[in-house]
């Protein structure tokens, strides 16, 4: 079964600062990863997503997540965050179409990011 | 629609009582799933129609827990004889097709006293 690991539940930055979000994933076959970003009262919003191909994957909102297959990580970054990146990110994977039917996506547990003025 | 949407956005219920919870999904989607995001924590799976067919409901927690699609098109998902542990936020999806990404709603919040 997959999982996913978010060891920071709260991340304090302040702004124009870098940032670096942990996940780590758990799978016995190949998986599809994403973050998905969920600002207060509103739905999530896909951020980036790395299906194949180069390891280094670039998102909305000058975000970018490396996928490392031998250390299973797949941290999202950020050179320099603004007041309004302050929001929940949530690190995701899904089976490898090949495998499943559809597109069953398991969340981790969310990193509240916090951006100080 | 531009989005999907839910209704009602903020829903009270007491302990016992039956709740109906509703999805529009973006026209034309085929794909539409249901999470539950308890307080805390992310989002987990409670099921997965393609059109009108129910083809996966192994996440839901209960035989409480109830979700029709009969169009094709908006969902309802009902939970009877609330319980507290019920207490959360229900996401709707929608995608173009299985495999595709999907689009998330705003979410009901839903408390149980």
């Known amino acids: 079964a997959q999982s996913v690991t978010q060891l920071d539940s709260q991340v304090p930055v302040f702004e124009e600062a870098p940032v670096e979000l942990r996940c780590n994933y758990s799978s016995s076959v190949s998986v599809y990863l994403f973050w998905y970003v969920q600002y207060p009262n509103q739905g999530l919003q896909l951020l980036l997503k790395y299906l194949s191909g180069s390891t280094l994957v670039k998102g909305i909102n000058g975000f970018e997540a490396e996928f490392n297959k031998s250390q299973t990580s797949f941290h999202l970054r950020k050179p320099s965050v603004h007041i309004s990146d302050t929001a929940e990110y949530f690190c995701?994977?899904?089976?490898?179409?090949?495998?499943?039917?559809?597109?069953?996506?398991?969340f981790g547990p969310g990193t509240s990011l916090s951006v100080i003025p | 629609g531009a989005g999907v949407s839910q209704s009602p956005r903020y829903k009270v219920a007491k302990r016992g009582q039956d709740v109906a919870l509703r999805c529009d999904p973006i026209?034309?989607?085929?794909?539409l799933f249901w999470y539950q995001q308890a307080l805390g924590q992310g989002p987990e799976f409670l099921t997965y129609f393609q059109n009108e067919a129910q083809l996966d409901k192994s996440g839901l927690p209960s035989d409480r827990f109830f979700a029709e699609r009969p169009e094709g098109s908006v969902s309802t998902l009902k939970i009877q004889r609330t319980q507290q542990e019920d207490s959360a936020v229900y996401l709707c999806?929608?995608?173009?097709?299985?495999?595709?990404?999907?689009?998330f709603g705003p979410g009901t919040r839903l408390t149980v006293l």
């Open positions: 995701a994977v899904s089976v490898s179409a090949r495998k499943t039917s559809y597109d069953k996506v398991i």
């Open positions: 026209s034309g989607h085929v794909s």
């Open positions: 999806a929608s995608s173009l097709g299985p495999l595709n990404e999907q689009f």
